[in-house]
């Protein structure tokens, strides 16, 4: 079966860096679209970043734009979510979840209710 879980979460200062993972089993990363959705306190789940397979034709919400960065590990099964220069705005718990199949661009797979695998969440918590 398709499992996801993610970790690497934690606290830090703003302006800081950390890397999010996201391990997955019972499915091959490169047959599926993949990506971080984050849900802050008192708000909607939102789409970060996500990806059919190409670095070039990822999609990035807006406001994280040239500070993350969504790659994968086909060798390791793994995603990841590189965040810099964090923002005491980008304190939310992060979700990793992949999608098959893979028939649209980037972009629409960090609409909301589309991924139909996810794995359970990691709290981020930047501090001012």
């Known amino acids: 079966e398709v499992q996801l879980q993610a970790s690497g979460g934690g606290l830090v200062q703003a302006g800081g860096s950390l890397r999010l993972s996201c391990g997955g089993s019972?499915?091959?990363?490169?047959?599926?679209?993949i990506g971080w959705f984050r849900q802050a306190p008192g708000k909607e789940r939102e789409g970060v970043a996500c990806?059919?397979?190409?670095?070039?034709?990822?999609y990035y919400l807006e406001s994280v734009k040239g500070r993350f960065t969504i790659s994968s590990d086909n060798a390791k099964n793994t995603m990841y979510l590189q965040m810099d220069s964090l923002k005491p705005e980008d304190t939310a718990v992060y979700y990793c979840?992949?999608?098959?199949?893979?028939?649209?661009?980037?972009?629409?797979?960090?609409?909301?209710?589309?991924?139909?695998?996810w794995g359970k969440g990691t709290l981020v918590t930047v501090s001012s």
């Open positions: 979840a992949a999608h098959w199949p893979k028939l649209y661009g980037s972009s629409w797979y960090c609409r909301e209710n589309v991924m139909n695998y």
């Open positions: 019972g499915f091959t990363f490169a047959d599926y679209a």
């Open positions: 990806s059919v397979g190409s670095a070039l034709s990822a």
